[in-house]
């Protein structure tokens, strides 16, 4: 923990050039010349004025300014983070005040992208390396196998930052990086022995403190205090809990609403016909009591007409078209009691067309805004992925079924009445999959500012099937946002959810590529 914190401050101050704390001065352009190497780096005299020359790890003013615009503007989502953006300077190009979460966000995730088109290739990679290698290790399911490959993977990262970076870049702290790999193979996930528990508990015992010329005395008498109202409190028949915090995000049971809980004011809403038929449509396609009878009735559909069955289009468009009259009819026949099929028979018969509109919602451990609601966080990003019957052309006949990822923003949150209990759906503004998402040096850009008629028709997903994502813009002239992805908190969702698909696609990439010698076209040597 420790180590990722002070090699991603000396990056950083490193790259701004901040007074005090960079690795790259004077001094450090000495031990190059006294060393002899790396000749066109050594300072030059004009005058009575000392030069240094322009490293490959240099940031133009321009660049510094930048740097810190990106990192000042970034919004990150609730509970992900603190708000960086206030540690930023962007007049004096300066960082200051971060905690060690803080380096620990930036150096699996930001890092990579406040850089991105800042550096040359060469200090670019061995940044973007660095960050994979904590990314990796980090993880809270580790595969030994990998983690013994990247053991040897960071002897390359370290030597492709001694030839980009200053020879008082490399304290022990970056030495320390070798070994952590070797840590993690024999000792397991880093989470079970890093810090960050520990220096949460330091803090609240400082916050014992009352009187500054005995804070011993202060914490030790706070502390038993509040051992013997918990441990009093347990035999109390009405008691209220000692030592429990509710989570921030955490969903609470409700038997109307089936998925997560609202936290704003409802307002009643009159649904169009067309938006509720195909808010109802969705939740028909993608509710797992219905599955049974979508194979029915495309078997109904082949059998009833052979044009269908020779024609999947026109069998989708027919099946889509028919489907929910066919079940709100088939469902009149059957009797069960089961509470599967009470359900099943309550989304037959179809949603009121009164519904309440909400501006943020929890579920999943997650909490979620629609766009319009300014905050310090950004909640609003979220992605889905579907099963899409895709095709290269308009002309191609050889359609392939393969599972899609779409990108968008969260414009409305409606809660769905169905008499006898309430679904949520998030209405969003979606990516175009054909011009408005592409991956440029590794890293998924999105645009966000293009025409959204393509989905106008399905707005709608579940509450349950979104994963958050958030936004990262290029510049205020720019339509294009890097996207990022945010893991989920706590214990929610293991069953779907996996670390690989949300780790930094760019991260990925880094490891896979040769190490080039930029200058001279050299490959370097694996030890």
């Not at 397991?188 to 804070?215: A, D, I, S, T």
Request: aromatic share 10%.
């Amino acid at each position: 923990m420790h180590v990722e914190k002070n090699i991603c401050e000396s990056i950083l101050c490193t790259l701004l050039d901040i007074s005090g704390k960079t690795k790259d001065g004077l001094n450090a352009r000495k031990d190059l010349e006294d060393w002899d190497i790396r000749h066109d780096l050594h300072p030059y005299v004009e005058g009575m004025r000392t030069y240094l020359p322009a490293a490959p790890h240099s940031l133009s003013k321009i660049e510094k300014k930048i740097f810190c615009e990106r990192l000042f503007n970034m919004k990150l989502p609730d509970g992900y983070s603190s708000n960086i953006g206030n540690c930023v300077s962007v007049e004096e190009c300066k960082i200051t005040n971060l905690k060690s979460h803080d380096y620990h966000i930036l150096m699996q995730q930001l890092l990579p992208v406040v850089i991105r088109g800042l550096l040359p290739k060469g200090p670019k990679n061995a940044i973007f390396r660095i960050c994979t290698f904590f990314n990796k290790i980090c993880q809270r399911v580790v595969d030994r196998e990998n983690i013994l490959a990247l053991e040897g993977e960071v002897f390359e990262t370290v030597c492709m930052f001694e030839r980009f970076f200053p020879l008082a870049f490399f304290d022990i702290m970056v030495h320390l990086s070798i070994h952590l790999g070797r840590e993690v193979r024999l000792c397991g996930p880093v989470h079970y022995r890093w810090m960050y528990p520990f220096e949460r508990q330091m803090k609240e015992y400082k916050g014992y403190v009352r009187n500054r010329g005995r804070p011993e005395g202060c914490i030790a008498e706070c502390y038993l205090a509040e051992e013997c109202v918990a441990f009093c409190s347990g035999y109390i028949q009405q008691r209220i809990k000692v030592n429990t915090k509710e989570l921030r995000n955490d969903d609470f049971s409700n038997g109307i609403i089936l998925e997560g809980r609202p936290i704003s004011r409802g307002t009643p809403i009159t649904l169009s016909s067309d938006m509720l038929e195909s808010a109802h449509r969705y939740v028909l396609f993608n509710t797992a009591v219905v599955e049974l009878y979508l194979e029915m009735h495309l078997e109904e559909l082949k059998q009833s007409n052979k044009c269908l069955a020779k024609n999947s289009n026109l069998l989708w468009k027919r099946h889509v078209q028919t489907f929910s009259a066919w079940l709100k009819q088939k469902i009149e026949f059957h009797t069960c009691t089961n509470k599967d099929f009470h359900t099943l028979k309550w989304l037959a018969y179809g949603p009121r067309i009164n519904a309440k509109r909400y501006s943020g919602y929890i579920i999943n451990g997650q909490r979620f805004h629609t766009r319009e609601i300014e905050k310090a966080t950004q909640d609003s990003g979220v992605s889905i992925e579907a099963t899409t019957v895709c095709r290269a052309s308009a002309k191609d006949n050889a359609q392939v079924v393969d599972v899609v990822a779409y990108y968008g923003v969260i414009t409305d949150i409606i809660l769905l009445d169905y008499h006898n209990f309430q679904l949520p759906l998030f209405k969003c503004d979606w990516a175009n999959k054909g011009h408005g998402v592409k991956v440029d040096d590794g890293f998924t850009l999105v645009n966000l500012h293009q025409g959204q008629s393509q989905y106008e028709k399905e707005p709608f997903i579940l509450a349950s099937q979104a994963k958050q994502v958030f936004y990262s813009r290029d510049s205020n002239s720019s339509n294009w946002y890097v996207l990022l992805k945010a893991p989920p908190r706590g214990y929610y969702e293991l069953e779907m959810y996996d670390e690989k698909e949300d780790t930094n696609c760019v991260l990925e990439n880094m490891l896979d590529k040769n190490i080039e010698d930029d200058n001279e076209g050299a490959m370097l040597c694996k030890f």
